[in-house]
């Protein structure tokens, strides 16, 4: 049985992620800051719940270390915050500390699980909004940044480890109806998720370290 590891599973793209997965048959390890208030998460038979905060370091040692050598076939990283919508110096380091830090420090730590699959995948959420490319009405720098970042940074981990056996990508799910997308987004969670699973499951190795959307669509830098 296949696994996957979605961070940020207890609401919003990731629980659609772990419902999705999980009836499809894969083993879902499903992360929480809170796992005994995911009560949705819980509920989906087959998934684990772990606790993971992605700002901080300690929790992501303590993951990867329960894990052991487990083999992981996909590891999703989800979880992100959209930030706030004025300048404050601190609220824009933590953004980034979950945006960017979060999932390279969780890449890093189970690239050997990861590594171990056969066909083993890393895939961060992004955003089209941190293509510079596609930027025509600024605004968002907080969340920009942070996501051009995480680009970047999934970019270096893909060509480090380009002869390791992973593929690694960038995904933008759309602009979703989640508690970040709000209620007038495109596109429903299980829309989104359904073609995001689509583009994952058709990445091969020589698509790694390339952004796409859940259409499929390349997104340019
Ligand atoms: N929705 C959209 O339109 C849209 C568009 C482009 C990209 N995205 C990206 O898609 C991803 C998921 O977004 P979403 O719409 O599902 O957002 P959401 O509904 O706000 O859910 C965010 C998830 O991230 C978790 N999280 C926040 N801070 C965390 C931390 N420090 N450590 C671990 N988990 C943390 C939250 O957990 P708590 O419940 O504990 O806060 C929650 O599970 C994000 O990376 C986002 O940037 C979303």
């Known amino acids: 049985m296949a696994t996957i590891i979605i961070t940020g599973a207890n609401r919003g793209l ?3 992620m772990a ?3 999980a009836a499809d048959g894969w083993n879902v390890i499903g992360t929480a800051r809170e796992p005994e208030k995911a009560d949705a998460l819980n509920a989906i038979d087959a998934v684990t719940v772990l606790p993971l905060d992605a700002a901080e370091d300690a929790s992501i040692e303590t993951f990867a270390k329960d894990l052991g050598d487990q083999p992981v076939d996909l590891l999703i990283n ?3 915050i959209y930030g706030p919508s004025e300048f404050d110096r601190k609220d824009w380091l933590d953004l980034f500390s979950i945006n960017v830090i ?3 420090r969780l890449a890093t730590a189970l690239k050997d699980n990861v590594a171990r699959s056969a066909d083993g995948k890393m895939v961060v959420i992004s955003s089209q909004v941190g293509s510079i490319a596609e930027n025509d009405s600024g605004s968002m720098i907080y969340y920009r ?3 051009a970042a995480v680009n970047q940074a999934w970019t270096c981990l893909a ?3 380009q002869d390791d ?6 995904l933008h799910p759309g602009w979703v109806q989640t508690d970040m997308g709000g209620e007038d987004a495109d596109l429903t969670p299980q829309e989104s998720v359904e073609g995001m699973r689509g583009v994952i499951g058709g990445l091969t190795h020589d698509q790694n370290g390339k952004f796409y959307d859940y259409s499929g669509r390349e997104i340019p830098w």
């Not at 056996?165 to 960038?170: D, I, K, Q, R, Y």
Request: hydrophobic share 35%; no cysteine; proline share 4%.
């Open 14 to 16: 990731g629980l659609e």
């Open 19 to 21: 419902k999705q997965y």
């Open 78 to 80: 989800n979880a992100g």
């Open 102 to 104: 979060g999932p390279v």
């Open 145 to 147: 940044t942070s996501k």
């Open 159 to 161: 060509k480090q480890w």
């Open 165 to 170: 056996g992973l593929t690694l990508a960038m």
